[in-house]
T-cell receptor, first 117, second 113 residues
C-alpha cells in the first residue's frame, strides 16, 4: 500500500507562471489536507477537502490559490501567477476518516518544494 | 489567540544522552496534542498523540511526552538518543477537535557521536 504520493518533488517556476501540485492520497482515503511550510517556519494549514468538496479553506490565500479533489484522480493545489513569496514546501496529508475524531492517523506525503525565480 | 510554540529551534545532544524538546500552546479550549518527526527528504511521521486519559503518552522509537494542562505544555522526551534520531520534530495541536492542526516552528535535533 503506497503512502501519500506527491509530485513533483521539486518544481521551479518563474514569476507569473502557474504551479500545479498533485497529491494522491493513500488507497481508500477520501480526506485530503494541504499544508504549507515557509522557510524556518512550521507547517501552516491551507485547505481540507473531501471528494469533490472543499470543507475548510480558511488557510488559503484569498487570491491566486485554489484546490480541488475530484471524484477520480489526485487532489490538485493550483497557484496562479506565482510570486517569490510562494516559494515553500507544500505538504499533503490524507486520512481514512475526518481527523476530527483523531482515532485515525493522518498520513503525510514527502512534499513538493516550490521555488519561484 | 490559539498558538503553538517550540522554544528551541535547534537542540544538539551527544549520542546516548537524554533529550527534551519543549512545546507550549496557548488555548482556552480543549486540545488534542501531537508530535511529528520529519527525516530528511521525507514527509512527517506521527510519533505520538494525546487525546485523553493518561497524561504520559508513549510513542514509537522510545519517545514519550507528558501533557501538563496547568502549564499548557507537551514536552517530548527520550532517555537515550541514537544517531538515527537526527531529524526535525514538530509539535502540533488541534484546538477543540478541529480538523486542521496548528504546528509549532519545529526543533532540529542533532545527535553528535
Amino acid at each position: 500500500n503506497a503512502g501519500v504520493m506527491q509530485n513533483p518533488r521539486h518544481l521551479v517556476r518563474r514569476r507569473g507562471q502557474e504551479a500545479r501540485l498533485r497529491c494522491s492520497p493513500m488507497k481508500g482515503h477520501s480526506h485530503v489536507y494541504w499544508y504549507r511550510q515557509l522557510p524556518e517556519e512550521g507547517l501552516k494549514f491551507m485547505v481540507y477537502l473531501q471528494k469533490e468538496n472543499i470543507i475548510d479553506e480558511s488557510g488559503m490565500p484569498k487570491e491566486r490559490f485554489s484546490a480541488e479533489f475530484p471524484k477520480e484522480g489526485p487532489s490538485i493545489l493550483r497557484i496562479q501567477q506565482v510570486v517569490r513569496g510562494d516559494s515553500a514546501a507544500y505538504f499533503c496529508a490524507s486520512s481514512l476518516i475526518a481527523t476530527g475524531s483523531f482515532d485515525e492517523k493522518l498520513f503525510f506525503g514527502s512534499g513538493t518544494q516550490l521555488s519561484v525565480l | 489567540a490559539q498558538s503553538v510554540t517550540q522554544l528551541d529551534s535547534q537542540v544538539p545532544v551527544f549520542e546516548e544522552a537524554p533529550v527534551e524538546l519543549r512545546c507550549n500552546y496557548s488555548s482556552s479550549v480543549s486540545v488534542y496534542l501531537f508530535w511529528y518527526v520529519q527525516y530528511p527528504n521525507q514527509g512527517l511521521q506521527l510519533l505520538l498523540k494525546y487525546l485523553s486519559g493518561s497524561t504520559l503518552v508513549k510513542g514509537i522509537n522510545g519517545f514519550e511526552a507528558e501533557f501538563n494542562k496547568s502549564q499548557t505544555s507537551f514536552h517530548l522526551r527520550k532517555p537515550s538518543v541514537h544517531i538515527s534520531d537526527t531529524a526535525e520534530y514538530f509539535c502540533a495541536v488541534s484546538f477543540q477537535g478541529a480538523q486542521k492542526l496548528v504546528f509549532g516552528q519545529g526543533t532540529r535535533l542533532t545527535i553528535n557521536p
